[in-house]
């Protein structure tokens, strides 16, 4: 439907987690869902396609689940991706699938963040892959990415910001870094996936239970706290909050849902270190994390976690500059969720709509549209 509305000419959709949790018995399911999809009827004008999945779940070094998906329409002429090891552009033609090992793929860049960057998880998924994309002369990166999860919500209320906060910063300086360096020409790039950015919990708190007061449940045998029980001060004690490592359950859910959880949006503070070096459009929906995936239920929070803004689309302020804001006032550039009412798993897909500024690039380049999903 989303394709349908938008009609792009170039659509880029990032997937992370692919084959779900439990990959092993689920990655059967990929290549039926990828082949399906290039023959839907729906994308029969994308005449070419690049599809590059990371199923290599055996290879504890380098599975990092990510999935890109690339389609270009029929009326897209002269377009070109690069090839990181010759180091040229190459023109694009048919439809081409490449998972399992994707470290031999010279049209990609492919990193899993090392270890010690979040040595509670044992086997961590996270990581990037990067292509680069020449449209008429214009020329730009899409970066796939997940980064770290909060492992506990006990230990994200501890501080502000929360411990698992500078993880990501890490990793995603890490990234920027990367995609910056000296072994290629610079330009401009969009950064687009699970980011896991999550509110300031403390500060959520916070101001949630700003008149609460708070009950402590330690463990019997190692005093560990294990439950934080937040009371109205009044109104018979009524529970407002229980917290535990992986319970959020706030009494109210409409907080996060009234006018798109703007209110809480002054807690949304991870990408402020980051604000020299990325752009990222007004956000104007509601946290996209975590929803039920009970599929009756496509509007519900679970109570896991607190809700947040965790899959953002980014960008370099070089590529801010690629984008056409406006034509005949009309608004062009969409930057929104998908499926608010219906059930898409825990994370609600986001998309960035927009047109490719004339002469962007340089003075030949032509408008064309773009459609990035996260």
């Not at 980064?147 to 920027?176: C, M």
Request: proline share 3%; aromatic share 14%.
């Amino acid at each position: 439907m989303v394709v349908h509305a938008h009609k792009p000419h170039f659509m880029a959709l990032h997937c992370q987690e692919f084959g779900g949790k439990n990959y092993e018995a689920s990655m059967s399911h990929v290549d039926k869902f990828v082949k399906e999809l290039l023959s839907s009827d729906a994308m029969k004008d994308y005449n070419r396609a690049r599809v590059y999945l990371d199923e290599n779940y055996k290879s504890q070094e380098h599975f990092t689940a990510l999935g890109s998906f690339y389609f270009l329409h029929e009326s897209l002429k002269n377009i070109y991706q690069f090839d990181f090891k010759a180091k040229k552009y190459k023109k694009v033609t048919g439809k081409e699938i490449y998972s399992d090992t994707l470290e031999s793929t010279p049209m990609l860049e492919k990193e899993k963040f090392p270890q010690d960057y979040f040595p509670e998880c044992k086997w961590s998924r996270k990581g990037f892959i990067r292509t680069r994309w020449c449209i008429t002369d214009c020329a730009f990166d899409l970066v796939n990415i997940h980064l770290f999860h909060d492992a506990s919500n006990l230990i994200a209320w501890e501080t502000s910001p929360s411990v698992y906060s500078g993880i990501r910063h890490k990793a995603l300086g890490y990234v920027l870094d990367r995609i910056i360096d000296q072994r290629f020409e610079k330009v401009s790039y969009f950064v687009f996936g699970d980011f896991n950015f999550r509110l300031d919990a403390k500060a959520v708190v916070e101001t949630l239970c700003a008149k609460a007061t708070m009950q402590t449940i330690r463990a019997a045998d190692t005093n560990e706290v294990v439950k934080l029980i937040f009371r109205e001060s009044d109104n018979d004690r009524k529970v407002m909050l229980q917290l535990e490592k992986k319970l959020f359950d706030y009494f109210n859910q409409d907080v996060f849902r009234d006018n798109n959880g703007t209110a809480l949006l002054e807690f949304d503070r991870e990408l402020s270190v980051f604000k020299d070096r990325l752009y990222e459009l007004d956000i104007s929906f509601p946290p996209s994390y975590p929803y039920s995936e009970d599929s009756s239920q496509g509007k519900q929070y679970m109570n896991t976690r607190c809700p947040a803004w965790c899959d953002r689309i980014l960008m370099s302020h070089s590529a801010k500059e690629l984008i056409l804001k406006s034509e005949n006032d009309e608004k062009i550039v969409i930057y929104d969720h998908i499926g608010p009412n219906v059930c898409m798993g825990d994370h609600k897909p986001v998309f960035l709509s927009f047109r490719i500024a004339a002469g962007a690039g340089k003075p030949i380049a032509n408008v064309h549209k773009c459609c990035v999903v996260q």
